[in-house]
């Protein structure tokens, strides 16, 4: 089957065409030997995805329709150390669907966020390969896990199997946490009986809960 490459441009769209970014262009024709008239799929990032054809630098704009959110799931983990595994999460978070990335500032987490820019390629580029129709959210700075609403479920190996009727997880960091970082009665979710890397168990955790919601948390 003939790959059909996706392309997010962002919003507000203008009347008519949509311009393609030098970048873009250049991928479009020099990496994937693509050419006018062919097929394209495109996306603001906000839910509007539309079928087109390749133009002069532009997209010929086709059918459109705004898809709904997959899912309202957020993931709040500390970042790894690794810069590599860090990328790793954020890009397969993205490609899951999962609607909001929050960074935990925790007592033992010794990884830092990416930068904003960076963070954002790493979003974009997984929205591309996954065909998405959203962006993932990722919110600015880090949080503790004291300021986020309650209701949330941490990762815990020694906690309940059931999986959570929660919108958001929560993954503390390779140190683990300090002791009076989990507030008493806070619901512990376990994932399996193994200790897991942080990257793994946000994608495991974040696996888990879109598949036994349907995706449509």
Partial sequence: MKHVPHLIVGAPWPKGDLPLSVFQWRHLTKVLRKRNGDDVTYSDGLGRFGTGKLGSQVIVRGEETMVPRPSTLTVAVAPPANKDRCRFLVEKLAELGVARLIWLDTRHGQ???PSDPKAFSWVLAA???SRAAWLMEIAPGRMRL????PGYAVCDVNGMRETPDVTTVVIGPEGGWAEDEIPPGAH??????????????????AARML???GGGI
């Fill in 111 to 113: 990884g830092k966020p």
């Fill in 127 to 129: 929205a591309e390969q």
């Fill in 146 to 149: 004291a300021d986020l609403e």
């Fill in 188 to 205: 512990r979710w376990s994932l399996g009986s193994t200790v897991l890397r942080v990257e793994t168990a946000a994608i495991v955790a």
């Fill in 211 to 213: 598949g036994d919601r």
